[in-house]
């Protein structure tokens, strides 16, 4: 069975950079592709920004340009590289791995842009 952690989140001011982690245990890590989400508070789920397991990516409008997704096969952990953050980012963020029919989220971090 899979599970995800991810870590990172924090307080951060707007211009400032932080960078999520998400911890995969389970086998298989490397077949599946990543996937970063995040929730803001009365607003829909967005898909920030996608890996799959021959490294391609994708990332939303909104986060193109600042934010970079890459993982690390010998440690199951895929990372959301975040910099120049806007208030706007501000939400929960959320792992997710998903490989064929199965998919698996993790709990989220909480990342919050303000001054």
């Known amino acids: 069975q899979v599970q995800l952690v991810e870590s990172g989140g924090g307080l951060v001011q707007p211009g400032g950079s932080l960078t999520l982690e998400c911890v995969f245990s389970?086998?298989?890590?490397?077949?599946?592709?990543m996937n970063w989400y995040r929730q803001a508070d009365g607003k829909q789920r967005e898909l920030v920004a996608t890996?799959?397991?021959?490294?391609?990516?994708n990332y939303s409008d909104s986060v193109k340009g600042r934010f970079t997704i890459f993982r690390d096969n010998g440690k199951n952990t895929v990372y959301l590289q975040m910099s120049s953050l806007k208030a706007k980012d501000t939400a929960s963020y959320y792992c997710?791995?998903?490989?064929?029919?199965?998919?698996?989220w993790g709990h989220g971090t909480q990342v919050t842009v303000s001054s």
């Open positions: 997710t791995a998903r490989l064929l029919s199965d998919g698996y």
């Open positions: 389970g086998s298989g890590f490397h077949f599946h592709t």
């Open positions: 890996l799959t397991r021959d490294y391609s990516t």
